[in-house]
């Protein structure tokens, strides 16, 4: 769940300023707000009071009633919407705040991915009651879903059992892979698109290109179990 919460975020939010404007000047102040700007947490938060720099990618303003305005903003994950409201009301010039937020968007997943409490209660029942695991299929999604927007690389099937048990992946196991850098979160899959791990590039991938051994990938989280693939390492007594 860390590696999903840490991506971008996208809100419907309702902003209420706290006085008369005129609409197209307000759109031209509010874009103002689009790229990098530094924020300090408000006082109300479960995190320290300390000036951060967040992006915020887009905003759009979906509609407007006297002194509401409704905004669909996408941003940095960690990005305060209700910080957002009151800066632009002190930009505005007379002040503003947030009066309801909506998140539609982590990372990949949407609201389209949503499912009721409900539905997932009822999908179970009838997986374990009823030997149906229709509605549970409907429900699941690959775990390999999550890895969406991490960079992939892709192991040799002689490399994945070691992986699973914590080994660093070197260059030799890998066969294949998209473009990151040092330090990024990298998705390390079988040839079958099987996740295997989640880790921290060691080195970038330019210089992957000449590299014959080495440490390339130390894994964070094993996701898959252990001896799924044959062994061809030695464990040491």
Same mark, same amino acid.
């Given at each position: ?22 609409? =197209? ?15 300090? %947490? %408000? ?15 887009? &905003?759009?303003?979906?509609?407007? =009633? ?21 800066? &632009? ?5 007379? *002040? ?10 982590? *990372? ?11 539905? &997932? ?10 030997? =149906? ?17 991490? %960079?992939?690389?892709? &192991? =040799? ?15 030799? *196991? ?18 079958? *698109? ?44």
């Amino acid at each position: 769940m860390s590696y999903i919460s840490s991506s971008g975020k996208e809100y419907v939010c309702l902003m209420q300023v706290h006085c008369d404007f005129n609409i =197209d000047e307000l759109k031209q102040l509010i874009s103002k707000f689009i790229g990098i700007i530094y924020q300090k %947490p %408000p006082v109300r938060s479960s995190v320290k009071r300390r000036t951060r720099k967040k992006k915020i990618y887009d &905003i759009e303003i979906l509609d407007t =009633d006297k002194r509401f305005i409704l905004l669909r903003i996408s941003s940095d994950p960690g990005t305060y919407m209700r910080k957002l409201c009151h800066d &632009i009301g002190v930009i505005l010039g007379c *002040g503003a705040h947030m009066r309801e937020l909506r998140r539609i968007r982590s *990372g990949i997943f949407t609201e389209k991915n949503l499912v009721t409490l409900q539905e &997932i209660s009822e999908a179970l029942y009838m997986w374990k009651n009823c030997k =149906d695991e229709s509605d549970l299929r409907k429900i699941l999604l690959p775990m390999e879903y999550a890895t969406c927007g991490m %960079p992939k690389i892709l &192991i =040799d099937d002689n490399a994945v059992d070691a992986i699973s048990y914590g080994a660093m992946l070197t260059a030799p *196991g890998i066969v294949a892979y998209q473009r990151f850098r040092v330090k990024d979160t990298v998705a390390i899959l079988t040839l079958k *698109g099987e996740l295997v791990a989640i880790g921290e590039a060691d080195v970038d991938s330019q210089k992957l290109v000449d590299m014959k051994k080495g440490v390339v990938v130390k894994p964070k989280r094993v996701l898959m179990p252990r001896d799924i693939y044959p062994r061809s390492w030695k464990k040491h007594e």
